[in-house]
């Protein structure tokens, strides 16, 4: 009788402690209504703003001189005077290439707006089919590398394919949830006609900014230097277009993010509490005093998330090799205190309250580990599931300017073809950065007031609250089996110290 009076008790105390978590996380996001609409927001991470502004017009002054160099005259400005040891003498010029970046620039655009246009109708299967294509299409290049008598690129496809497929193996029973939160994304951005527009513009932004790009790459793959050097220069100049072309897709994710944020609290966007002109305040915000946050966050959250996505599914797959897993567990570790100061889910709380970037996400990694929702996010592979859609498209956009390439000078399709990948990427991250944006801010929401997502979409949220239970049991269950495990280790340990 105890027992059960005992039993009653703790259930009512459960109960009366979840009621006052929700109240809490309800009093929350009214506070998070409050401050998007009120506050009065302040400049963050100046200093990377600055920076990336320095490099922009840098950059530009030095795209502009490599690619002027070798415009309709080879050496124009006399430049090859300066790298006498590293010159070919091979006369080229920036016309014969530029064209070529020209159609990778067409062909990401139209890609991008393929999805964007078939984002209602089509989107689910088009996830699918990049997932289940990818590995294929990687294997297909490694191929054709090796026909064209590059061994390395072609090993390197070769390895690209094996880790693809591996991977995809690896999460194979997270899919069908994967698919389902993307789905929900899909229908929640699919009600915000705007941000598509939001998306066309900032791609035509990314198109003129390739436009001054594309001018300097040609100029240094038709320039007379050797591959070290041109190869050393392209590096230095796709490592530029990724944070530049990363700053237009993350300034989108935080403009989302702030939209959706704003639907989900207000019930709607038909509602009458919400506040005018909700894109435009959210556009201004991310463009001026945000826009250094997302400079700076736009460095290194696509690495390392990359990183961590890798490191998890080759963790779940080594079994019981003691040795390698230490490793890897370290290497594990390591990644996940960094994820807690760069991650994806900073930018809802840049758009959201303004913050600085490292605050925005230590406080959001914060948030989820106290809701438990931590757990949700990490079974989650919609993430890498958008990657493999932009790397399917960068691909193809690679391949069609390779063949092109091929057919002008075959020592140049490496060169012509990764570049092209490069901007075909940047293309296609523009047009899946949306639907990512609503992913994130679901889970944020979901974390802050779960009541947000049922008042939405009641059966999306009993899926989610279900597929969340069942994680914290697996997790709590693989604790007490490493604890137990621990405990039995150190049981035998001390019997065979006593016996000797």
Not at 401 to 415: C, P
């Amino acid at each position: 009788m105890n027992d059960s009076q005992s039993f009653s008790s703790t259930s009512d105390s459960a109960s009366i402690t979840t009621v006052d978590q929700t109240v809490g996380r309800s009093r929350r996001s009214i506070d998070a209504s409050q401050t998007i609409t009120t506050e009065s927001r302040h400049w963050r991470d100046v200093f990377w703003l600055g920076i990336f502004i320095m490099h922009l017009v840098g950059l530009g002054f030095v795209l502009a001189i490599l690619g002027i160099n070798r415009f309709k005259k080879s050496d124009r400005l006399n430049i090859d005077r300066y790298t006498q040891r590293i010159l070919e003498n091979k006369p080229g010029l920036t016309e014969t290439y530029w064209p070529m970046y020209a159609v990778a620039g067409g062909v990401g655009t139209v890609l991008g707006w393929i999805w964007l246009l078939s984002l209602g109708s089509h989107a689910n299967q088009m996830m699918k089919f990049s997932v289940h294509i990818l590995t294929t299409y990687l294997a297909v290049i490694s191929v054709l590398c090796f026909w064209c008598d590059q061994v390395f690129w072609g090993v390197a496809f070769a390895i690209a394919a094996a880790i693809q497929f591996l991977y995809v193996i690896s999460v194979i029973d997270r899919l069908p949830f994967t698919m389902l939160v993307l789905q929900k994304a899909v229908k929640m951005v699919w009600g915000l006609p705007e941000v598509m527009r939001v998306a066309y513009a900032f791609m035509g932004v990314m198109l003129l900014w390739m436009g001054i790009w594309s001018f300097g790459a040609a100029g240094v793959v038709a320039s007379s230097m050797g591959d070290g050097g041109r190869w050393w220069l392209l590096v230095v100049l796709s490592v530029s277009l990724f944070w530049t072309g990363a700053v237009l897709c993350n300034t989108v994710h935080v403009i989302v993010s702030g939209m959706v944020f704003l639907v989900l609290i207000h019930d709607g966007r038909e509602s009458g509490s919400m506040p005018p002109d909700p894109l435009m305040k959210s556009l201004r915000y991310a463009v001026t005093r945000s826009l250094g946050s997302i400079c700076y966050g736009s460095l290194f959250t696509a690495a390392i998330r990359t990183l961590r996505w890798g490191i998890r599914g080759g963790r779940s797959k080594i079994g019981n090799n003691e040795c390698l897993l230490c490793c890897v567990d370290f290497l594990f570790h390591l990644v996940e205190t960094l994820v807690r100061f760069f991650n994806k889910y900073a930018y809802v709380q840049i758009a959201v309250y303004g913050k600085g970037f490292n605050r925005s996400a230590r406080d959001a990694w914060e948030l989820f580990q106290s809701t438990g929702v931590e757990s949700l996010v990490a079974y989650d592979c919609s993430g890498a599931v958008l990657l493999m859609g932009t790397l399917l498209g960068g691909l193809i956009t690679g391949t069609c300017s390779g063949i092109w390439a091929y057919t002008k000078s075959k020592d140049r399709v490496i060169m012509v073809g990764s570049t092209s990948m490069l901007m075909g990427m940047a293309l296609m991250g523009l047009a899946m950065v949306v639907v990512e944006s609503a992913v994130t801010s679901i889970y944020i929401c979901y974390a802050e007031d779960p009541l947000l997502i049922y008042r939405w979409d009641a059966e999306f949220f009993n899926q989610m609250s279900e597929t969340l239970h069942q994680r914290l049991q697996y997790r709590s269950a693989r604790a007490r089996e490493v604890l137990t495990h621990n405990h039995l280790s150190g049981h035998a340990h001390t019997q065979v110290t006593l016996s000797v």
